[in-house]
């Protein structure tokens, strides 16, 4: 995983995994991966993956079963989804907002990328 400066570490591994429960490639009540394992799968050092574990354990993302490892939480996909929407409204809509108004672009011009089937990457 290729990591950017503009957030924590811990977080973007935070965002990574989120992304998988919401893929369904950790479906809720899957055992997660290690510590150690996701420490090296990543190349971070392991206190870094036990902060990230600590931030989606108080999220209620994840449960611990000591003794046993991290497994996804029955809620997880909808509490992911509502930290992910309360995101986007907080820090990422404003500056797409922003942009628009500085580039002129109306909301009718807009409108066929929200109604498109298509792959928005290919739009």
């Known amino acids: 995983m290729e990591f950017k400066n503009t957030k924590g570490i811990f977080l973007q591994i ?3 995994i989120s992304e998988k429960v919401m893929e369904g490639k950790y479906p809720p009540g ?9 420490a090296t799968e990543m190349g971070v050092n392991p206190n870094t993956v036990m902060r990230t ?3 989606l354990q108080t999220r209620g ?7 046993v490892g991290y497994y996804v ?3 997880a996909v ?23 108004k500085i580039l002129g672009i109306t909301l009718e011009e807009l409108k066929p ?9 290919k739009l």
């Open 73 to 75: 939480s029955t809620d």
């Open 30 to 38: 899957e055992k997660i991966p290690s510590v150690r394992d996701l």
């Open 14 to 16: 935070a965002d990574s």
């Open 78 to 100: 909808a509490i992911i989804r509502e930290w992910k929407r309360k995101e986007f409204f907080e820090a990422e809509l404003p500056l797409i907002i922003r942009q628009t």
């Open 113 to 121: 990328y929200f109604e498109s089937t298509q792959n928005p990457d």
């Open 53 to 55: 574990y600590s931030e």
């Open 61 to 67: 993302i994840i449960d611990n079963k000591r003794g």
